[in-house]
Each structure stands twice: as structure tokens, then as C-alpha cells.
């Protein structure tokens, strides 16, 4: 066989060359100047105060707008900032209203790591170590963050140990809400779950009895005994509790209104609700009796 075609013959029987590889994309880089975008964002005097006052730690930046605070809040905002020392920065008005969507910022803004979700135990946990029976507000599809921030209000102002979200169809903890709370958020436990169901079951096996917001419910809330054990239900607007999650409930509350034309919406039935809660705490008994479900101020269970 000649060289040539022997040539050939080892050419034919070789692999193909391997096409070089093609040089990966390059992640897209900020622009230059542009700041990274924080974990979440606070606005308003409340909020931010809350959120030194609760969670220095947590506090990355504070933002202010010159000679837009009272000079008392100023003072106390910077010698928190300063104590923590969290980093500082003047900003155009114009840069805090982009923050805040458009929120009511009042010259102040802070951003923050990110939120501190805890689990459904820690809040019972916060219960025990306050020597009281526990009182978890569950909150089912409420998908308006305002919504949330105003129960989350409530449920600090009147006794409540902790808030619990589903992760699915439902606000969490945003600047919105943070605002609505009045910094409420960084001062009450918040935990959300995957299962709401499954959270309802588990709490009653740690002694809290179940009772949801229905306005179709058999149990007036006046002549409900509400002072033991208790995890109050509230579900979204319109469409209320779903009808799994309210499955799960031990007795279902009614509260009454003057007119058959009448309604309540999430925040504002949720705070009627902590309210007579609170009351009946604070006086050692409940008013009435709710039939085969009491609610008493001893351990629950059930069968």
C-alpha cells in the first residue's frame, strides 16, 4: 500500500475533531453606580423605628430625605443607626418614593436582610415563655398585604403570640405590609406553612382549640368562651375560610351585624375577633358556652 493511501486509510478510520466549546453567556452586569437590591425594604417612621428598635442587627442601610423628619424621630433614628452601626445615606425624595412603590415613606426608609420567618413551634414556644395559653391567628389566602399588616396590627396590640401564613396564594411580609403594621411585623412572630390543614391538626394535638371566622357559623362570637387554648381562623375576603381548611375547625364563629346587607372585611372581622378574645382574658371568663365546645381557661382536647 503506498504512504498516500495508507494516509487516507488512517484519516477515514479517526475521529472527527471536536468543535471548540462555545464560550459561556456572561451574567448581565449591573450598571455601574446602580446600588444592589436589598432583601427587603421598610418605609416610614414606624416601620423603620420598629425594625432598630426590634432588629438592629438586621438593618443593613437607612435612607432619609434632609429636613423631612421631626427633629425628635431624626434624633432617635440616627443614634439607633449610629449605635448599630448601620450605614447612613441622604437620599432625593425621588429615590424613597421609587422604594416604596409609591408608599407613604414620610422621609425615611431602611433596608433590611431578609424577613425572619420563624416555625409554627417558636410561636407556641413564645406562648410558654410568657405564662400564657397560647393564641395563634391563622390566616387563610389573605392576598392584600395591607390586609395582613392591619391584622398583624391587631394581633400584637391584643395579646396574640403569632400569625401564620400558607406559602401559597398569600402576601408574606413586604414593605406594604410592614407599613400597614406599624412595624408590628418586627415585634409579633410570623411563620408560614406549606400545609394550613396540616398546621390546624397539629396545633390541636398541642392543646389549642380551632375556631374559624364564618359568617354563615353556628357559634355567635358574644356567647363563645374564648379565654383557653385558641387558634382563630380568618380567611380572605369574599371567599372566606376555604371549605378544607374549615374542615379542621372546632366551631365555627359568627359575628354579628346590624344588617343582613352588612359585612366585615379580613382585617377589620379579625380584629372584632381578638378583641372579644382580649376581654375575656383580661376578665378570667368567657360570657357564654358554645354547646359541646368550650373554651376554657384549663388545657383542651380532642377526641
Same mark, same amino acid.
Given at each position: 500500500?503506498?504512504?498516500?493511501?495508507?494516509?487516507?486509510?488512517? @484519516?477515514?478510520?479517526?475521529?472527527?475533531?471536536?468543535?471548540?466549546?462555545?464560550?459561556?453567556?456572561?451574567?448581565?452586569? @449591573?450598571?455601574?453606580?446602580?446600588?444592589?437590591?436589598?432583601?427587603?425594604?421598610?418605609?416610614?417612621?414606624?416601620?423603620?423605628?420598629?425594625?432598630?428598635?426590634?432588629?438592629?442587627?438586621?438593618?443593613?442601610?437607612?435612607?432619609?430625605?434632609?429636613?423631612?423628619?421631626?427633629?425628635?424621630?431624626?434624633?432617635?433614628?440616627?443614634?439607633?443607626?449610629?449605635?448599630?452601626?448601620?450605614?447612613?445615606?441622604?437620599?432625593?425624595?425621588?429615590?424613597?418614593?421609587?422604594?416604596?412603590?409609591?408608599?407613604?415613606?414620610?422621609?425615611?426608609?431602611?433596608?433590611?436582610?431578609?424577613?425572619?420567618?420563624?416555625?409554627?413551634?417558636?410561636?407556641?414556644?413564645?406562648?410558654?415563655?410568657?405564662?400564657?395559653?397560647?393564641?395563634?391567628?391563622?390566616?387563610?389566602?389573605?392576598?392584600?398585604?395591607?390586609?395582613?399588616?392591619?391584622?398583624?396590627?391587631?394581633?400584637?396590640?391584643?395579646?396574640?403570640?403569632?400569625?401564620?401564613?400558607?406559602?401559597?396564594?398569600?402576601?408574606?411580609?413586604?414593605?406594604?405590609?410592614?407599613?400597614?403594621?406599624?412595624?408590628?411585623?418586627?415585634?409579633?412572630?410570623?411563620?408560614?406553612?406549606?400545609?394550613?390543614? @396540616?398546621?390546624?391538626?397539629?396545633?390541636?394535638?398541642?392543646?389549642?382549640?380551632?375556631?374559624?371566622?364564618?359568617?354563615?357559623?353556628? *357559634?355567635?362570637?358574644?356567647?363563645?368562651?374564648?379565654?383557653?387554648?385558641?387558634?382563630?381562623?380568618?380567611?380572605?375576603?369574599?371567599?372566606?375560610?376555604?371549605?378544607?381548611?374549615?374542615?379542621?375547625?372546632?366551631?365555627?364563629?359568627?359575628?354579628?351585624?346590624?344588617?343582613?346587607?352588612?359585612?366585615?372585611?379580613?382585617?377589620?372581622?379579625?380584629?372584632?375577633?381578638?378583641?372579644?378574645?382580649?376581654?375575656?382574658?383580661?376578665?378570667? *371568663?368567657?360570657?357564654?358556652? *358554645?354547646?359541646?365546645?368550650?373554651? *376554657?381557661?384549663?388545657?383542651?382536647?380532642?377526641?
Amino acid at each position: 500500500m503506498s504512504r498516500r493511501r495508507a494516509d487516507r486509510a488512517r @484519516r477515514a478510520s479517526s475521529p472527527p475533531p471536536r468543535a471548540p466549546a462555545r464560550p459561556e453567556a456572561a451574567a448581565p452586569r @449591573r450598571p455601574e453606580g446602580e446600588p444592589e437590591a436589598p432583601a427587603r425594604v421598610v418605609y416610614g417612621i414606624h416601620p423603620v423605628l420598629a425594625a432598630l428598635r426590634a432588629r438592629p442587627a438586621e438593618v443593613e442601610r437607612l435612607l432619609l430625605v434632609q429636613g423631612a423628619l421631626p427633629a425628635r424621630v431624626a434624633g432617635e433614628l440616627l443614634s439607633r443607626a449610629q449605635a448599630a452601626r448601620v450605614r447612613m445615606e441622604r437620599v432625593p425624595r425621588e429615590r424613597l418614593a421609587s422604594l416604596s412603590g409609591g408608599g407613604v415613606h414620610q422621609g425615611v426608609a431602611a433596608e433590611l436582610r431578609s424577613y425572619p420567618y420563624l416555625e409554627v413551634a417558636d410561636l407556641l414556644a413564645a406562648a410558654r415563655a410568657a405564662g400564657a395559653a397560647p393564641l395563634l391567628v391563622v390566616l387563610d389566602g389573605i392576598q392584600d398585604p395591607h390586609n395582613l399588616g392591619a391584622i398583624v396590627r391587631s394581633a400584637h396590640a391584643l395579646g396574640a403570640h403569632g400569625v401564620v401564613l400558607g406559602r401559597d396564594r398569600a402576601a408574606g411580609v413586604s414593605a406594604a405590609a410592614a407599613k400597614a403594621s406599624a412595624g408590628a411585623v418586627e415585634h409579633l412572630g410570623v411563620a408560614r406553612v406549606t400545609n394550613l390543614s @396540616r398546621a390546624l391538626e397539629e396545633l390541636k394535638r398541642e392543646g389549642l382549640w380551632v375556631a374559624a371566622a364564618d359568617p354563615r357559623g353556628d *357559634t355567635e362570637l358574644w356567647s363563645a368562651r374564648l379565654d383557653g387554648p385558641l387558634a382563630l381562623v380568618v380567611g380572605a375576603e369574599g371567599a372566606g375560610v376555604r371549605p378544607g381548611v374549615l374542615g379542621h375547625a372546632d366551631f365555627r364563629l359568627r359575628i354579628p351585624v346590624a344588617s343582613a346587607a352588612g359585612s366585615l372585611n379580613a382585617s377589620v372581622a379579625a380584629g372584632v375577633l381578638l378583641a372579644e378574645v382580649a376581654r375575656q382574658r383580661a376578665s378570667g *371568663t368567657g360570657l357564654g358556652s *358554645t354547646g359541646g365546645a368550650l373554651l *376554657t381557661g384549663g388545657s383542651a382536647s380532642h377526641k
